[in-house]
């Protein structure tokens, strides 16, 4: 079988002069859900427009289950649902005709039924007669979501799903994803998130300046780099750490401040390591090591940047 998407030695410069994409390579198996994780400007928008053909890559190419997407550009690009970052629709059509007209714009023969099932799976069966300036946000955007499910596409482009979205309807968002993907759609999401990829995704791949710098197995990278850090500042400054806490503990996830007053306790989010900030807490208690204030924070996409980028230049 051949993988749904190959995306072989892709770069962009637009006419500016500015290169969006460098050498950009990656292969998708059917049935994946895979996120394309980058800050602004990393070039995700860029390599969904070449894959989705409003693009012109200025080297490499795309094949889509088999299908050069320049020279068999049709048939690739039947097998794609875009559902763009910026919100365009039509305000004074209504639901059902736009969903229609975008099957339609495929030269697929009209099939009610299965916009039928796309409408009631999206919630918005109730709303098919509706003007869509009448729908609320969270509303159009499941219209985006219908409309390139309109003409049954195998592969499924999310630029930004949940951007500018409540907590609501992101959950929502990501659990019509899953649900897709059991009826054998390979979704493929850019995000800033990392909460979004880590709860969906299969596999992440990291973009920065136009570079796919990694592709990894979401467990393996979060596991890798999901980090969480608890600070606590002390009644009274310690000169040292006490043996058993630093014994209890890893001396390299702990570290007490240059004056004292301060310890920091860092572990791995997930599997397990939570429940090491309770002994910890138990430990300075038994210890009688008092505790004024704490702060926690989990590392966020750009200490994962950070962490990534300064591994490359070490290399
Ligand atoms: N038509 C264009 N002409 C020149 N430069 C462009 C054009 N479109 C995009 N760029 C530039 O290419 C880079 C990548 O843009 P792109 O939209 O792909 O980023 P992105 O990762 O989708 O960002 P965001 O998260 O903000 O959506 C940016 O620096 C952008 O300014
Ligand atoms: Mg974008």
Same mark, same amino acid.
């Given at each position: ?224 780099? &999901? ?6 500042? /002390?009644? @009274?400054? #310690? *000169?040292?750490?006490?043996? +058993?806490?630093? =014994?209890? %503990? ?21 599997? &397990? ?6 002994? /910890?807490? @138990?430990? #300075? *208690?038994?210890?009688?090591? +008092?505790?004024? =204030?704490? %702060? ?20």
């Amino acid at each position: 079988m051949h993988p749904i998407l190959e995306i072989q030695d892709l770069s962009k410069t637009y006419a500016s002069g500015f290169q969006a994409l460098k050498r950009v390579n990656l292969t998708v198996q059917p049935g994946e859900i895979f996120a394309l994780l980058g800050p602004n400007g990393a070039g995700k928008t860029t390599l969904i427009g070449i894959v989705c053909g409003t693009v012109r890559a200025s080297t490499g190419r795309v094949v889509v289950a088999g299908h050069d997407n320049v020279s068999d550009y049709r048939a690739a690009r039947e097998l794609i649902g875009l559902v763009p970052q910026e919100l365009t629709t039509d305000a004074f059509e209504t639901v059902w005709n736009a969903v229609a007209f975008s099957r339609g714009l495929f030269g697929k023969a009209a099939n009610p039924a299965h916009l039928e099932k796309v409408l009631r799976a999206l919630s918005l069966w109730d709303k098919r007669s509706n003007k869509i300036l009448t729908l609320s946000g969270g509303m159009k955007r499941r219209l985006l979501i219908a409309k390139a499910l309109s003409h049954e596409p195998r592969i499924l482009f999310l630029d930004e799903p949940t951007a500018g979205v409540d907590v609501e309807l992101r959950r929502d968002m990501w659990q019509l994803v899953r649900e897709l993907r059991e009826t054998g759609v390979t979704v493929i999401l850019t995000t800033h998130y990392i909460e979004e990829a880590e709860q969906m995704a299969d596999r992440i791949g990291v973009i920065s300046k136009g570079e796919l710098i990694l592709v990894e197995e979401k467990t393996e990278l979060m596991h890798k780099l &999901g980090r969480k850090q608890v600070t606590l500042q /002390l009644q @009274q400054p #310690l *000169a040292q750490l006490p043996p +058993g806490l630093a =014994d209890a %503990q890893s001396q390299a996830q702990i570290a007490l401040s240059p004056d004292g007053s301060e310890l920091t306790y860092t572990y791995e989010s997930g599997a &397990g390591g939570d429940g090491s900030v309770g002994a /910890l807490l @138990q430990s #300075l *208690a038994a210890a009688g090591i +008092g505790i004024r =204030d704490l %702060q926690t924070r989990q590392s966020t996409l750009e200490d994962i940047f950070v962490s990534l980028v300064s591994e490359r230049s070490a290399a």
